[in-house]
């Protein structure tokens, strides 16, 4: 087995941007005269573990990408990581296993909010998006030097974090809104006031979500995972502060809790689609801060393997290459 990480920095984008008016927005929108900057990072890592046979072919490969598949090529559809499959099995072979693991992109997708050019059709976009990070992890696994990946472990923690629950006054209004037809209300506070009804029936019989955060570990390499749209910034938090060289946060793994911001988006300046209260996604302030603190707590609470190394290059044999120890000739 091999592990390593490749760059792909041009397929993903921070969704989310602060306005004038002092509030954070999720696409805004192309052309957008109210947009100050972007609210927060990407993540442009491409983290690869591969496994081979003793003849040396490649097997299979988990490939770790922060980015949304949310190219929407139409129909029920593994979106761009059909491409990146299809990219890597087209160089390595139709029989190579691919297992592809959703970095921390909750705040990330394919869509540039400051271009100016049109984005490109679906069917394309997903093609843009899947072959150029199904490329580089090409690149990565042709870079690996297969070893011995030990030790292998994993831990486990389930946090019980409170869900935020709406004012009382806002339920009696949502219930009031949703007797009514979505055109008579608006499809989007109809849509909205719906969610906050089905939150309050939520809360009565579960105020408290069970949120598994575990960390698998094969040899030097981490696989750091949690049930929620996580956002980009805790990834790298718990990319930080983990022990190990290589270190992959893994969101949506073993449920789904909804999407988990940063604290500061819920701050004065924060906003956006993220932070809506619904029952979808609904977990305390707090909660990506909890995540990410026990996330970390786990990762050093186990020891990384020793990276596999190509063999050393022989000794020198006390003579240059023949064809290039010469002056220069000039005549």
Not at 73 to 79: K, L, T
Not at 252 to 266: D, Q
Not at 302 to 318: E, R, T
Request: with cysteine.
């Amino acid at each position: 087995c091999g592990v390593g990480v490749g760059i792909e920095d041009q397929v993903a984008f921070n969704r989310r941007f602060r306005m004038k008016n002092g509030l954070t927005y999720t696409h805004p929108r192309q052309g957008n005269p109210d947009i100050v900057e972007v609210a927060g990072p990407t993540d442009p890592e491409v983290g690869v573990l591969g496994a081979w046979s003793n003849d040396g072919r490649l097997l299979g490969c988990v490939v770790n990408f922060a980015c949304h598949a949310t190219t929407s090529p139409g129909g029920i559809s593994a979106n761009y990581i059909y491409y990146l499959e299809k990219a890597i099995r087209g160089f390595f072979g139709e029989d190579v296993v691919v297992v592809f693991l959703a970095g921390a992109c909750g705040d990330v997708t394919q869509v540039d909010n400051l271009s100016p050019y049109r984005f490109p059709a679906a069917e394309k976009w997903a093609q843009l998006v899947g072959g150029r990070v199904g490329a580089e992890a090409v690149k990565v696994l042709l870079s690996m030097h297969p070893g011995r990946l030990t030790p292998i472990a994993v831990k486990t923690k389930v946090l019980r974090i409170k869900r935020r629950a709406p004012a009382p006054d806002r339920v009696r209004r949502c219930y009031e809104l949703v007797k009514k037809s979505p055109k008579e209300v608006g499809r989007t506070e109809w849509t909205f006031a719906k969610e906050i009804v089905l939150l309050d029936a939520l809360l009565k019989r579960h105020p408290v979500a069970n949120v598994q955060v575990q960390a698998v570990q094969i040899g030097p390499a981490l696989f750091v995972t949690n049930p929620a749209e996580f956002f980009c910034q805790l990834g790298l938090d718990i990319k930080k502060g983990s022990p190990f060289p290589f270190t992959f946060p893994v969101e949506l793994a073993n449920g789904c809790v909804g999407y988990v911001p940063t604290e500061e988006a819920f701050g004065p300046h924060g906003g956006g689609y993220e932070t809506r209260l619904t029952s979808y996604s609904n977990l305390e302030i707090t909660a990506g801060t909890q995540i990410v603190k026990t996330s970390i707590e786990l990762a050093r609470s186990l020891k990384p393997g020793p990276v596999p190394q190509p063999p050393p290059a022989p000794p020198f044999n006390g003579h240059p290459w023949s064809y290039g120890n010469v002056p220069p000739e000039r005549h």
